[in-house]
């Protein structure tokens, strides 16, 4: 679809009632379902389907072979990596209907699911969180924190810019990619001072 406000490859099925944002590119065998909102800027890679009911960010890119589904929201500048796994339903059986139980996902602006993660229904990842790859969610991920594992396990905090934060005794840490500053207090992450801009983390 070249001459639109997004570039979708020839491969790709476009459904009518979706929302597509300008300058969207969507990649080869890639599927978009009626009701689907995708924002500005957002790269759909190859073999990627997006549900009806899903909502993306802008700037959130999805690698190949991710299938979104019904239930998962997506904040700004999320990233989906190779081959991620979400569910909608917990207890699913081939023989049962089981569409009006689909659980929510909500995954927070700046936040990375690493290649082959699975994320179970039902749980919110916080802001700039960092899942791992290969690891399988199963609670609620707070803001900044880095899990991995099955089940996933936190093993430290990650900055906006994806470096691991080491906290002194003072309870700050600085990200050695941009200089921001960071405090830890009762289990929760603050930025403090904030040196990237809006530019750079869209880029």
Known sequence: ???????????????????????CRIWHFSHIMSGAVLGPGCNIGQNVVISPGVVLGRNVKVQNNVSVYTGVTCG??????????????????????????????????????????????????????????GAVVVKDVPPYALVVGNPSRQIGWMSRAGYRLKFGKDGRAVCPGTGETYVLKDGKVVLVEQKLNETDISQ
């Open 76 to 133: 700004d500048d999320v990233f989906l990596g190779p081959s991620c796994v979400f569910t909608n339903v917990v207890n699913p059986r081939s023989a049962v209907n089981r569409r009006g139980e689909y659980r929510h996902t909500r995954v927070g602006q700046g936040a990375t699911i690493g290649a082959n993660a699975t994320v179970v229904c039902g749980h919110d990842i916080g802001e700039w969180a960092f899942i791992g790859a």
């Open 1 to 23: 679809m070249e001459g639109s406000k997004y570039f979708a490859h020839e491969s790709a099925v476009i459904d009518p009632g979706c929302e597509i944002g300008e300058g």
